[in-house]
């Protein structure tokens, strides 16, 4: 099925080998099973400095996750959600790099002068 689902999309078959790239799985299925111990569960809770978490509405690879991550953080946090509008809805903010920088920079600015 990971095959099939690769061979169709180009979107896909980077996010698989990249998946394996990174993670240094032998096959697809090998990275699904080693993605599935990547959690910040009982880590994002012990995180102490101020924290920018970002978000895009349209987000296919990732969807809901940056909340839970702002859910779970007790530290100082701000969250970004980019938005179609801005043409930015995509995973990463793909659609929109310089707007994206620019609010990220603008966090660091503002987060790191104090």
């Not at 180009?10 to 394996?20: A, C, F, K, L, V």
């Not at 349209?58 to 940056?66: L, R, V």
Request: hydrophobic share 45%; glycine share 6%; net charge negative.
């Amino acid at each position: 099925m990971m095959q099939a689902l690769m061979s169709a999309s180009t979107d896909s078959r980077w996010g698989i080998e990249n998946g394996m790239f990174t993670f240094g799985a032998s096959s697809p299925a090998h990275y699904f099973l080693k993605a599935l111990d990547y959690t910040l569960a009982g880590i994002a809770e012990k995180i102490t400095c101020p924290m920018l978490v970002c978000d895009s509405e349209a987000d296919a690879w990732y969807p809901g996750q940056a909340q839970q991550l702002f859910d779970a953080l007790t530290c100082e946090k701000t969250f970004l959600a980019f938005t179609a509008d801005e043409g930015a809805e995509d995973h990463c903010q793909v659609g929109s790099p310089l707007l994206s920088a620019q609010r990220m920079l603008d966090w660091l600015d503002e987060t790191l002068k104090a």
